[in-house]
């Protein structure tokens, strides 16, 4: 069966900091990748999605990126951490076929101070 | 490009009460439609899921949508809810052709007092 891992699941960052998030997918091949945003009343956002390995789409313009090295590998990045990046950040896949829905990682909690 | 509206962010019922969350739809083509659930300190999971034939879905839980194509819409209804469906509803839109790039409401924040 298929698996989605996602950690850490809670990180505090200072301001300027480096940030990485990883996602990665077990039990499935050449899967749909998302990241998004969970941000109380504004539902979840999203930020980047892929359908291959380097073929990565950006959603909204912001202070983070993301990268696929591998098939099943998803990892959302900065380079310096801003307050407003704070957030619960979702990882989540989809087959790569029609009709499919998507499994969602646990998510992380980030907060920049 | 899809988007997707639910209009109410939070709806407080008293248990046994029945249960109706709007979500509508932009998109000219052919759509999946789902609803997710996130209850409180768990992750996101299906509740019901729309690719295509009957419109009315039913799915875990006692929950139900209909797929109005007409009026863009995939309402979440329950006859009756109870104190455990307290949770945070979402409403997801998904191209049926092409690449799937899924789209989701802001969420309704559903209170179920005892």
């Known amino acids: 069966s298929q698996t989605i891992h996602q950690w850490p699941a809670t990180l505090v960052q200072p301001v300027g900091s480096p940030l990485s998030l990883e996602c990665t997918v077990e039990?499935?091949?050449?899967?749909?990748l998302y990241w998004y945003r969970q941000a109380a009343g504004r539902g979840l956002q999203l930020l980047f999605y892929s359908v291959g390995i380097g073929q990565i789409s950006s959603e909204v313009p912001q202070n983070l990126s993301a990268s696929r090295p591998q098939d099943r590998q998803f990892i959302l990045s900065s380079k310096k951490l801003l307050l407003s990046d704070s957030g619960f950040y979702l990882c989540?896949?989809?087959?790569?076929?029609?009709?499919?829905?998507?499994?969602f990682g646990q998510g992380t909690r980030l907060t920049v101070v | 490009a899809q988007s997707v509206s639910q209009h109410n962010h939070h709806v407080i019922l008293s248990e046994a009460a029945s249960l109706e969350l709007g979500c509508n739809y932009s998109?000219?083509?052919?759509?999946?439609l789902f609803w997710y659930v996130q209850y409180p300190g768990q992750h996101l999971q299906l509740l019901l899921k729309?690719?295509?034939?009957?419109?009315l879905v039913k799915g875990i839980k006692g929950f139900e949508a209909e797929f109005i194509k007409s009026k863009f819409s995939f309402n979440l209804r329950k006859p009756s809810v109870q104190w455990s469906d307290t949770a945070e509803y979402f409403c997801?839109?998904?191209?049926?052709?092409?690449?799937?790039?899924?789209?989701f409401g802001t969420g309704t924040r559903l209170l179920v007092s005892p």
């Open positions: 998109y000219g083509g052919t759509v999946n």
């Open positions: 039990g499935t091949s050449n899967p749909n």
């Open positions: 997801a839109v998904k191209s049926a052709t092409g690449f799937q790039k899924l789209v």
């Open positions: 989540a896949w989809t087959r790569d076929t029609l009709n499919t829905e998507a499994f």
């Open positions: 729309y690719f295509s034939g009957d419109p």
